[in-house]
């Protein structure tokens, strides 16, 4: 009788163990971690250690294999779409996650600017700009949601990165060309596309863009009051941008530009990284993050 309960006992101890094994190696759900504006923060430092990201220069396309890479690591299926649009070359990212409805695209520029035409001394203005903010920060966003969205989505969600955004009027060049070329060559409509520009600046203050979807445009800044940023994302008009996210309302897709066009060093010399902060980029990042989350969760 003892003996067959030391035994029943340990058989019992055995299952346990086998089961809590299985269970921390099959079961383990993938790691769902919060956005992190430190991690987007390091994002935008990599991109300006690289330099400013101009048409075939080596920074542009070490930019492209860095945000290849960094998206292939957190599963995205990634490809480069390489064209030419105005006679310009075009190389826009594309990292796509799930299928089906509903369909939501998250996009950037990661191009700068080849002048600093803004700039408020004469000498500097032929200058590139760093485009830690007007660039950078944008695509740092990307990168972080790529890291920190869930795997398992409803639908599907897709992070672009758009090329040759900001070098309008420079020698023939025409603003938003790789968000165009982008939207000329997309099959299908997707549901909503928001575009995340000049979103790091440390004086953050989003107010609503006039030419922007309004009814997604009200659900992303009440979800960023709810998570504790009803003082960066302001419910009220402001700015009508020509933006990446025109092309897509040109075309009937339902579109947000998410823009802090109150940034003094816009197109200056001065878009360092000093100007950029953890906090607004992790500020706008939860709030999308939660939007689309909202969209997606299965
Ligand atoms: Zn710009």
New binding site residues.
């Given amino acids: 009788m003892m003996r067959a309960r030391i035994y029943l006992a340990s058989a019992a101890a055995l299952l346990l163990a086998v089961y809590i094994f299985v269970n921390k190696g099959r079961l383990a759900p993938p790691v769902d971690q919060a956005f992190d504006g430190q991690n987007a923060l390091s994002h935008v430092e990599y991109q300006l250690e690289l330099g400013p990201r101009l048409a075939g220069s080596d920074a542009h396309s070490r930019a492209v294999t860095y945000f290849t890479s960094s998206l292939e690591k957190s599963a995205w299926e990634v490809s480069v779409q390489e064209t030419v649009f105005q006679g310009q070359n075009v190389r826009n990212v594309i990292a796509i996650r799930g299928s089906g409805t509903p369909w939501t695209i998250v996009a950037a ?1 990661y191009d ?2 080849q002048v600093a035409d803004q700039d408020p001394q004469a000498a500097q203005r032929s200058q590139p ?1 760093p ?1 830690a903010n ?2 950078a920060s944008g695509a740092a966003v990307l990168l972080e949601l790529g890291e920190s969205l869930p795997r398992e989505i409803q639908g599907q969600i897709w992070l672009v990165f758009f090329d040759a ?2 070098n309008g009027g420079i020698n023939g060049w025409d603003w938003i060309l790789g968000s165009r070329a982008f939207v000329s060559l997309l099959e299908g409509k997707p549901d909503a596309a928001v575009i995340l ?2 979103i790091g600046d440390k004086d953050l203050n989003i107010f609503y863009e006039n030419n922007s979807n309004e009814a997604i445009s009200q659900e992303l800044w009440a979800e960023a009051a709810r998570a504790g940023y009803g003082e960066q994302f302001i419910q009220r008009f402001k700015h009508s941008m020509l933006d990446d996210h025109t092309p897509f309302l040109q075309a009937g897709i339902p579109a947000v530009d998410i823009i802090d066009f109150d940034y003094p060093y ?2 200056t010399t001065a878009d360092t990284l000093d100007k950029v902060s953890a906090a607004s980029l992790e500020a706008v990042g939860i709030t999308v993050e939660n939007w689309l989350e909202s969209r997606h969760s299965k």
């Fill in positions: 520029h700068s600017r700009v485009g007007d660039g955004e900001d520009d000049m816009w197109h």
